[in-house]
Structure formats: structure tokens, C-alpha cells
């Protein structure tokens, strides 16, 4: 791995802590975010969320999507709870999300995936029939969770705790970057923002390896262009690593 250039485009903070973890093994991480989490905070919208939060003990499972829906959700909680409801099981999706809500002090359970499809083969057994379920997520995330939450008997509701944006790039912060040798993206909506700039500045990225984090992204990523698009399995910096480490070896 050592001087491997490797273009980071997950959302801050975690692009920092990626691009740290990079250095420490040697090697040369490139930052440039293809996403921007910001936290609803109009008066209306927290209104909204802290009135859905001082009823989370009303639902039997709450399930976090994402590392920034576990971290918002968890400084609501804070606010809210002094101490947690007992009788809600707390479910990230991923490692990673799991991990944040433990950090926080939240008891989160998860499945060995890190998908929602995962989480749903991992759920098949529990009896779901009248089960109060909030998912909580970004505006606009995807429903398959939900939808199929909802086939298995489940009431389920959503909590929105930020919304995703596209950052605005000029051409010169594409023509001074180095030559890259690899590209790490997190997300669906990472890569779309990536593609489209892309397309428009480094058109010969397209050729170049890039590592995503699910097998449904894998396939977004060769149906919009990238011929080389590697499955990492896991959107967390240790199964990237891993797939970095893999494709290096080679």
C-alpha cells in the first residue's frame, strides 16, 4: 500500500478519519468528499424530530442506516433520554453504524452484513406482525427496508435527521489533483455525484479500480460506466482496506 494514491470520497468526518488511518499505513489518500451531510435544523423540522424522538419507547425496534443517522440520533437521544427506553432493540446496518451506537452508548445489535438486504435475510425468523418499527435515515433514502418491513407484518414509521448534498467542485480542483490509483465510494448517492463530475472533468477515471461498498452499488457502478468497479463488501475503512489490500496483491 505504500505511495498508493487512493481518492477518498466519503462524506466528512469520516473522509478525515479514512484519509488518517490511509496515512498511518503508508499510504497517499487524496480527500475529496462527493457528499455533504447537514443536519436539519429549521424550527419546524426539529420540532418535528424531537417530538418523534420523545416516542421512541412507543416502537419495539429502531434501526439506524447510516453512521450520521446513528451520530444525530444519538446527541437527540442524549437530549431527550437521560437514560434509554429498556424495551426497544436498538439494529445498525453495517458494522460501522453499529459501532458508533455502542460508541454512544447505545446497546446496537447487527447482522454480519452490511446492507439493508442483509438485514432483512438476517431478520427472516423474528416474527414482525404488529412490530413498531422506526427507521431512521436522511430525506429521501431509500424505502426497500420499510417496504419489505412492511409485506412481513410491520408497522413502520421514519425518523429524517439530515439531508445529503452535492458539493460544488470547480474544474481546477480536478486538474490539480495527482494521478490516482484507486477510488473508494460509500454510497449510491457518492457515486452518482462522483460519476457525474467525472464525466464532466476526468473522463479516464472510468478506467481506473473503484471499491463499493455493496454488490448493488457494484452493479450502479458498471451500469454507469466504470469497467473496473470491485465489491468491498462493507462500506466501513476495514473491509475497504481489505479490499484494497486484496486488489495490491494481485
Same mark, same amino acid.
Not at 426497500?144 to 407484518?153: A, P, Y
Given at each position: 500500500?505504500?505511495?498508493c494514491?487512493?481518492?477518498?470520497?466519503r462524506?466528512?468526518?469520516?473522509?478525515?478519519?479514512?484519509?488518517?488511518?490511509?496515512?498511518?499505513?503508508?499510504?497517499?489518500?487524496?480527500?475529496?468528499?462527493?457528499?455533504?451531510?447537514?443536519?436539519?435544523?429549521?424550527?419546524?423540522?426539529?420540532?418535528?424530530?424531537?417530538s418523534?424522538?420523545?416516542?421512541?419507547?412507543?416502537?419495539?425496534?429502531?434501526?439506524?442506516v447510516?453512521?450520521?443517522?446513528?451520530r444525530?440520533?444519538a446527541?437527540?437521544l442524549? $437530549?431527550?433520554w437521560?437514560?434509554?427506553?429498556e424495551?426497544?432493540?436498538?439494529?445498525?446496518?453495517?458494522?460501522?453504524t $453499529?459501532?458508533?451506537?455502542?460508541?454512544e452508548?447505545?446497546?446496537?445489535?447487527?447482522?454480519?452484513?452490511?446492507t439493508?438486504?442483509a438485514?432483512?435475510?438476517?431478520?427472516?425468523?423474528?416474527?414482525m406482525?404488529?412490530?413498531?418499527?422506526l427507521?431512521?435515515?436522511?430525506i429521501?433514502?431509500?424505502?426497500t427496508?420499510?417496504?419489505k418491513?412492511?409485506?412481513?407484518?410491520?408497522?413502520?414509521?421514519?425518523?429524517?435527521l439530515?439531508?445529503?448534498?452535492?458539493?460544488?467542485?470547480?474544474?481546477?480542483?480536478?486538474?490539480?489533483l495527482?494521478?490516482?490509483?484507486l477510488?473508494?465510494?460509500t454510497?449510491?448517492?457518492?457515486?452518482i455525484?462522483?460519476?457525474?463530475? $467525472?464525466?464532466?472533468?476526468?473522463?479516464?477515471?472510468?478506467?481506473?479500480?473503484i471499491?463499493?461498498?455493496?454488490?448493488?452499488v457494484?452493479?450502479q457502478?458498471i451500469?454507469?460506466?466504470?469497467?473496473n468497479?470491485?465489491?468491498?463488501?462493507?462500506a466501513d475503512?476495514n473491509?475497504l482496506?481489505?479490499? $484494497?489490500?486484496?486488489?495490491i496483491?494481485?
Amino acid at each position: 500500500m505504500q505511495n498508493c494514491h487512493i481518492l477518498i470520497t466519503r462524506p466528512e468526518p469520516e473522509n478525515t478519519l479514512s484519509c488518517e488511518r490511509l496515512t498511518a499505513l503508508g499510504a497517499q489518500p487524496i480527500t475529496l468528499p462527493m457528499l455533504e451531510i447537514k443536519a436539519l435544523d429549521s424550527p419546524a423540522d426539529k420540532a418535528k424530530i424531537q417530538s418523534q424522538i420523545f416516542n421512541i419507547d412507543e416502537f419495539h425496534y429502531v434501526i439506524f442506516v447510516s453512521k450520521n443517522a446513528a451520530r444525530l440520533a444519538a446527541d437527540w437521544l442524549d $437530549t431527550c433520554w437521560p437514560m434509554l427506553p429498556e424495551k426497544v432493540h436498538w439494529i445498525g446496518i453495517g458494522q460501522g453504524t $453499529t459501532q458508533t451506537l455502542i460508541n454512544e452508548g447505545i446497546p446496537a445489535l447487527s447482522n454480519p452484513g452490511n446492507t439493508s438486504e442483509a438485514l432483512l435475510e438476517w431478520m427472516k425468523p423474528v416474527k414482525m406482525t404488529d412490530q413498531k418499527v422506526l427507521i431512521v435515515r436522511g430525506i429521501g433514502g431509500r424505502t426497500t427496508l420499510g417496504d419489505k418491513l412492511e409485506e412481513k407484518g410491520a408497522k413502520v414509521s421514519y425518523l429524517s435527521l439530515y439531508e445529503r448534498k452535492k458539493p460544488e467542485y470547480k474544474a481546477q480542483t480536478f486538474f490539480m489533483l495527482p494521478d490516482i490509483d484507486l477510488i473508494w465510494v460509500t454510497s449510491g448517492d457518492n457515486l452518482i455525484n462522483l460519476s457525474e463530475y $467525472t464525466e464532466q472533468y476526468k473522463p479516464d477515471w472510468k478506467t481506473l479500480p473503484i471499491l463499493t461498498p455493496s454488490l448493488r452499488v457494484n452493479q450502479q457502478a458498471i451500469n454507469m460506466g466504470w469497467i473496473n468497479a470491485l465489491c468491498a463488501d462493507g462500506a466501513d475503512d476495514n473491509s475497504l482496506l481489505k479490499a $484494497t489490500e486484496f486488489y495490491i496483491g494481485k
